[in-house]
């Protein structure tokens, strides 16, 4: 708004205010003035197209869904109450930064919310992917700002953000360096060009060569 | 973890796979779940309603009843549901607490039945929601104050044996208790009156005597108003040393505020007959007979009112300052306004700031002397707006210290109403008490009476006579005879089973008793004196053999031949049997039960040092016969008599 328009605004707000003070009405409730964000309301689509979707049965569909509407009422899950759900896991840490990129992974539309939709399609390729799928996430939360590329100072953050869910009370202390010279281990074993820069495709073979990793993919199968 | 937490936890673990490309060292083994189950809903029939949820609900909180194994005590095969005999309402806050993680208090509710509730469920209250905890610690606190009301009245009960120092402070504390005690309260009472109003009549101008200026009537009677108060201060000086003596911790007296006032009130005289008529402090003389008039405080312990007021003052400590803060810096803020206001003006009185204060102070109490007034314009707006401000400042915590006062007051009122009706209330419970224990003798007795009927008659008398207790009465009953039986004397010798006289603890007549502790000692209970005295033997609990016995005399009763322990009695299914009462029998054949006892080593470890008979009220099949549990009818068919012997 100009500076001319917001003047007359504010003079005429201030007049207003004396005309009240003197003749002594009371001061009705400023509920016009702000509009109140209704909550949203967000309903996923059905459970058959949900089915056809995901990998979930139908009975583990419907065990997702209490949960989360339980947990988030209004059907959506967003940045915060993520950041805190993350929290509560990781008490001696601070897991925000980690919810954060977490968060980005899921909402996979970049609207700013992860509805159940997304959650459940996120946990689909999680719990019942092939390991292709899951290295495929796994690289998309590393690569924050998705340009197909990990550089050493994305992989620094996510680094940093993994160390900082541990907290300070670790045995053996954690140093500055720490996340530095892990992220070092991590782009020599993956980078295999030595451009500084790490691929989907260098990413995913080095993995699939690597057995601690490929058991690993195979960990949480049965979480649900 | 909370309820929301548990739910998100597969996510979290799913998630974690984000940092296995991350990791260098392989990762732990996940947890498995042995015989996972389908989530199924379970019913928990509250009495009577029915509420469901899903079993994982409950499982959120594994430390409470219904989250835990504990919950299997209550579940009822048949309707293959979890059966609570509690309060529904409750319930479903309870239930609530699992579905949301979030703990209410409903307001509706009374404090006390919901903090039962979540003791039996198991669940701290202390995780109540904020909406709802500040509700409920209001609430728990009204109920603990009421609770120490009805405490502070026992202090009423007199003990039996009170020493001659407790009897005097009781009687200081509560005057009503005895008639020295109220005749000392109205004395001392009377004499302060009489010392105040000395004190201020002392000072009235009286009389004048012609060409000499009005003296006050102090200086006119000397020796009167002298000779008054030395009254005054002895009575006062006895009742100080009086409850000093008499106090249980004299050091804490000594420290509390009505003893303080007594000091004071009569320190002045003391120290007025110390220093006569030196001049040097004759002044400060006279200003400590000022602290006589604390001598009206002493009221306090003779109105309650007064008591009251100052609790209340006490409690609103903070308003109080803040009432003063605020008006303090109002009164600096108008006088220097004044001050300046009314600099120019000639011959003004506002000669400086501080001579400026008692001005604002009259002006905003809106009291107005008009011995100081401002003249200029300037100084008479800003006068005005000090006086309607001082009415705003003054007003707003007096509403506060009203409703502490209304509140404290109206307290005591209850604590009064709840003194009388607590009166009543344990009148009625002394006499339902004394019911049950003179049903308990007179069932004794009855007990005597039925061993003269038994030798003779058959058991129709007994079942008239045992029909008149109900089943509850007589396991009452029962229970309190083995507790007679259990308590034995000091000095029972254990070996010598014939020869001491040991005698249980009876449960006797109120009466009886305090005849008996007047008289010093405790005399045998004349009608059971025979068995009394044959109660030699061990520290027997109740009767653990029984013997059925049909018809056959008494002396032989203790045949050990059908000796069964106690237990198996207990071990019938449907409780059909109990015992009725139990009664003593005469010394003949507890001596020759002794006898036989000293070699029959009890399968249990109780022994009785009497035979007894007891009434059973089992339908058919008597208890020793194995057999009988088949055969068992439902309603009592006859009764046996059957003999419960000592051994």
Redesign the interface.
């Known amino acids: 708004m100009s500076c001319r328009k917001r003047c007359k605004r504010e003079i005429f707000k201030f007049a207003q205010y004396l005309f009240r003070l003197v003749t002594g009405t009371l001061s009705t409730d400023s509920v016009e003035d702000e509009l109140e964000l209704s909550t949203v309301r967000h309903r996923p689509e059905g459970l058959e197209q949900l089915e056809a979707r995901t990998r979930f049965s139908r009975k583990e569909l419907q065990i997702l869904y209490r949960g989360f509407k339980n947990e988030c009422p209004s059907g959506v899950v967003n940045e915060d109450t993520f950041k805190d759900i993350y929290a509560q896991f990781f008490p001696q840490g601070d897991a925000s930064t980690y919810a954060h990129f977490l968060f980005n992974a899921f909402d996979t539309d970049h609207n700013g919310s992860v509805s159940f939709v997304d959650f459940v399609m996120g946990l689909s390729i999680l719990l019942r992917g092939t390991v292709q799928e899951k290295l495929n996430w796994a690289f998309n939360l590393y690569d924050i700002n998705k340009d197909g590329y990990i550089t050493k100072e994305e992989m620094l953050d996510i680094m940093k953000a993994i160390y900082d869910m541990m907290g300070k009370c670790t045995y053996p202390v954690l140093k500055e360096e720490t996340p530095r010279q892990h992220v070092e281990v991590f782009f020599q074993k993956m980078d295999k060009n030595k451009d500084g820069v790490v691929t989907i495709d260098e990413f995913i073979d080095c993995c699939q060569n690597d057995e601690n990793i490929m058991r690993s993919m195979h960990l949480f199968e049965n979480v649900l | 973890?909370?309820?929301?937490?548990a739910?998100?936890?597969?996510?979290?673990?799913?998630?974690?796979?984000?940092?296995?490309?991350?990791?260098?060292?392989?990762?732990p083994?996940?947890p498995?779940?042995k015989n996972k189950r389908?989530?199924e809903l379970i019913i928990l029939n509250v009495s009577g309603r029915r509420f469901q949820t899903w079993r994982n609900t409950l499982d959120r909180y594994p430390d409470t009843l219904l989250g835990s194994s504990e919950k299997e005590f209550f579940y009822n095969e048949e309707t293959k549901e979890y059966f609570f005999d509690r309060d529904p309402d409750v319930f479903r806050s309870v239930l609530n607490f699992y579905?949301?993680g979030k703990l209410h208090y409903p307001r509706y509710e009374c404090i006390s039945s919901y903090d039962e509730e979540l003791a039996f469920f198991g669940i701290v209250p202390e995780i109540i929601g904020d909406c709802c905890y500040e509700e409920y610690k209001d609430r728990k606190r009204e109920n603990a104050e009421r609770l120490m009301d009805d405490q502070e009245d026992n202090k009423d009960a007199k003990l039996p044996n009170m020493t001659f120092r407790e009897t005097m402070w009781r009687a200081f504390e509560n005057p009503h208790t005895s008639t020295m005690a109220l005749v000392f309260y109205y004395v001392t009472g009377f004499f302060i009156a009489v010392s105040v109003i000395t004190n201020v009549v002392e000072t009235v101008p009286c009389g004048s005597v012609p060409n000499q200026k009005e003296v006050p009537c102090g200086e006119r009677y000397t020796v009167a108003f002298f000779c008054m108060d030395t009254a005054c201060v002895m009575i006062f000086t006895v009742e100080y040393l009086m409850r000093l003596f008499a106090a249980p911790s004299r050091y804490r007296f000594m420290r509390s505020v009505m003893s303080i006032i007594d000091v004071v009130a009569i320190l002045p005289y003391y120290i007025g007959l110390v220093m006569t008529d030196n001049e040097d402090v004759s002044g400060a003389f006279v200003t400590l007979r000022v602290f006589r008039v604390f001598r009206i405080f002493k009221f306090s312990r003779h109105s309650q009112g007064l008591r009251i007021l100052g609790y209340t003052l006490k409690s609103c400590a903070s308003e109080l300052g803040f009432l003063l803060f605020s008006l303090t810096m109002a009164i600096i803020i108008f006088a220097t306004v004044m001050f300046y206001a009314e600099k120019g003006s000639s011959s003004s009185k506002f000669t400086s700031i501080p001579a400026s204060f008692w001005y604002t102070i009259v002006t905003m109490t809106t009291l107005g002397y008009g011995d100081m007034v401002p003249k200029t314009i300037a100084g008479k707006i800003f006068g005005s707006i000090c006086s309607l401000s001082g009415v705003l400042v003054i007003a707003l915590p007096v509403p506060v210290i009203v409703s502490n006062f209304s509140r404290i007051y109206h307290q005591n009122q209850r604590a009064d109403k709840r003194r009388a009706q607590k009166k009543a209330r344990l009148a009625r419970i002394r006499i339902s008490k004394t019911g049950s224990s003179s049903a308990f003798l007179h069932s004794k007795r009855n007990g005597l009476f039925n061993e003269a009927l038994e030798l003779t008659s058959s058991t129709e008398e007994e079942q008239r006579l045992s029909k008149s207790t109900s089943l509850l009465e007589s396991q009452h009953h029962h229970l309190l005879h083995c507790l007679e039986k259990t308590t034995v004397s000091e000095s029972a010798d254990h070996r010598s089973v014939m020869s001491s006289t040991l005698r249980n603890h009876e449960f006797v007549d109120e009466q009886y008793y305090q005849q008996s502790y007047l008289e010093g000692g405790l005399q045998n209970y004349p009608s059971r004196s025979p068995s009394l005295s044959s109660q030699d033997g061990m520290t027997g609990t109740c009767c653990t053999r029984r013997s059925k016995k049909h018809h056959t005399p008494l002396p032989n009763a203790s045949a050990p031949a059908h000796m069964q322990p106690l237990t198996h009695t207990h071990t019938h299914q449907q409780g059909l049997q109990e015992l009725s009462t139990i009664h003593i029998q005469p010394l003949s054949t507890s001596r020759s039960s002794l006898n036989m006892r000293v070699d029959d080593p009890a399968p249990l470890n109780c022994q009785s040092s009497q035979i007894t008979t007891a009434i059973i009220s089992i339908p058919t099949p008597p208890v020793t016969t194995p057999e009988g549990d088949a055969h068992l009818p439902a309603g009592p068919a006859h009764q046996n008599v059957v003999k419960v012997s000592a051994l």
């Open positions: 973890m909370a309820a929301g937490v739910a998100w936890l597969p996510f979290a673990r799913a998630a974690a796979i984000g940092w296995m490309p991350v990791a260098n060292l392989p990762m083994i996940a498995t779940e389908q989530d579905r949301t």
